[in-house]
């Protein structure tokens, strides 16, 4: 929503203003003033409504604890991006890694991160904690239906 005002306001508004200097100033001077200010206008609102699209995706949890995986098994809409928020409650590094989804993040104890992964095919895709994957409990599994 706040996308779609900030484009009306520098296709619509800034124009018009445009239009109202011009008259006094000449038409090619203020257009070279007003590029910049309108491509700026439309940038801060691309970032600005950034936020608001990325809260509308599926979130989903895992902690990572000292080489055990919770939960090791995640169902996912397959064909819509979504976001796995990632926990590592131990008390060393993790690193959740999926060699199939070319996903990698490591995680110092304690700390909070996430992944976003883009529309998935239906199908199931391993993940695991690098630091402990000839553990059977570091690894999980997405699903995607």
Known sequence: MQLVIIIIYSVAIIPALGARAASKKGKDHMKQKLRPLAFAVMA???IAAAPVAAGEMPVFSVELKD???TPNRLQVP????FKIKLRNAGAGPAEFESRRLRKEKLLAPGAESFVVIR???A???EFFDDFYASLDTAHGTIVAK
């Open 67 to 69: 080489g055990v995986v």
């Open 123 to 125: 199908g199931q895709y």
């Open 78 to 81: 397959a064909g819509q991006t």
């Open 119 to 121: 529309r998935l095919s």
């Open 44 to 46: 801060a609102g691309i």
